[in-house]
């Protein structure tokens, strides 16, 4: 068998913790190593957002994989592959076609479809434990700094500069974040807001043209007004106020109208979008809304062929129905079950292996450390050795943080029984959260349907009359 990977690393700007590019090189690096994986290249993509359609690097990994010069393509997270349902089953058919498979160097292996589902949801429930645990630990370190009236975490607010942890107005930008305020208390909308900006090559904060999200999360911002929220705590007089307290209420005022006329309109969400196709033609089938005669509003899926268009809620509650019906209640959960406990154990062994690594640099520290103190006993000391001595112990601080958050990225552990109640609440979830979980893939003719499932590795074709008459 030949095991030649690629990686592909995608470092995303507009996510705020996103890994390094070196880090995802090398956390991959080091799981071909003890799989058994030789890399023969790696692909890069800096700085691009997810829904950046121009992905140079990723572009050309799928070019290259019908060359069939590697048999695996090794990424970080699988967040890392596409934008979308659709683009995921795009590229996954292409990679299948060409013989590649996809691999996580932090997650389950994609294809075993088998336990995908639920540790999709299971991680789901985790992650929200996690990053609480996470916060939690953090926060013990950062209530020191703010009771210092210190600035904590996170990126300096655009206006704004720091000094020795303060935060000090950036006399050169502040100005414009008052003329964002006065335009937008004035009337004008966010999209007259950017053009102007634009217009005078004023950017933000990371040397890019403003969108729409800047502009909004400008106006919400309370540190403009000086306050600081921490843990829900609003901190006044934290920062120096750039805005006033009238100006930043009447932009307050407007984006509140703003935000209930888009209320009002209520998007409806399409829970099928980007796995359902039509099976005439095989297109992907769009969520589609339309006014009748009497004013009513009606939802569909539609396909541009022929075809005729699908009621939404009529089929998605049957999608939902046939889905709790063959997966929930079938006699074969429990083997399910505990095969997914195993892939789910298997797959966090990289986690283990990232702390192992951090747990021996701190040995080496505090070695280095050792040895240190034991030339300055025997009078050795010089200004290098304090210094030294300093930035090791920083050093040891720095990985000691690494190991809690690593530590914290450690999954519970599983038991049958909390995937079996998962599985008893499936009932009771709303379609979103099964369909989003379960459903791999509907194709929908006039009076034929046909479900594969995450799960269960296996799909059902049923004839429409007979499904709505056995089902709802
Ligand atoms: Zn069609």
Redesign the pocket.
Known sequence: MTNRAVIYSRYSSSGQNDQSIETQIDICTKYATTHNLVIVHTYTDRGLTGTNANRPGFQNMIEDSYLKRFDYVLVYKFDRFARDEYDDIHYEKILNDNGVKRLSATEVIPDDYFSAALIKAVTRLNNEQYSRILSERVNAGLDKNVEKGLMVGGSITWGYKMINKKYIIDETISTYVVTIFRMYSEGLTALEIIHYLTKNGIYNANGKPFMMQHIMKILRNKRYIGIFTYKHMEHPNFVPAIIDDTLYDSVQERLKKAKNRRRNRSPVEYHLTGKLF?G????PMAGYSGTGKSGRKFHYYR???E?KNEPKDRLENLVVKITVDQVANSPHLDEWIDHSIKVYSDNFQSVDLMIKHVQTEIRKTKNQINNMMEAIKQGILTPSTKSELISLEDKLTLLNNELSVKESLKPAVLSHEDMKAWFKQAKKMDNKDIIDALVKKVIVYDDKIDISFYLSNRSVSLDIPHAHQFYI
């Open positions: 039509c005439l033609c095989g297109k396909c541009k062929c075809k």
